[in-house]
């Protein structure tokens, strides 16, 4: 049973830093490319970036690059969401979710997805 489960969001006011987790298993991890998005209450799912299966390529929202950045470590089946310079307007559920085929930006295409974490951003 593949799992993907999110961790690390909270309550944090702007300008501030969190890092989001999300822990993978019940799946070869290392051959998956892992996607964050997010939704904030009334929108669509948006998403924020993208991380190839080697580590070697992240790709990201406008909206976000600068300031978000995603590792992995296949080692441990854990994908990163370094978040620094928060906004009110990132306040959401972020997902993570995991593609077998490639890094992509459009959420239909992922293949798992965990329960989401919430990131609440406060000015």
């Known amino acids: 049973q593949v799992q993907l489960v999110e961790s690390g969001g909270g309550l944090v006011q702007a300008g501030g830093s969190l890092r989001l987790s999300c822990a993978a298993s019940g799946l070869t991890f290392s051959i998956y490319s892992i996607g964050w998005f997010r939704q904030a209450p009334g929108k669509e799912r948006e998403f924020v970036g993208t991380?190839?299966?080697?580590?070697?390529?992240?790709y990201y929202a406008d909206s976000v690059k600068g300031r978000f950045t995603i590792s992995r470590d296949n080692a441990k089946n854990m994908v990163y969401l370094q978040m620094n310079n928060l906004k009110p307007e990132d306040t959401a559920v972020y997902y993570c979710?995991?593609?077998?085929?490639?890094?992509?930006?459009?959420?239909?295409?992922?293949?798992?997805w965990g329960q989401g974490t919430q990131v609440t951003v406060s000015s």
């Open positions: 991380i190839t299966w080697s580590g070697g390529i992240t």
């Open positions: 979710a995991a593609d077998l085929d490639r890094a992509t930006m459009t959420w239909v295409e992922y293949d798992y």
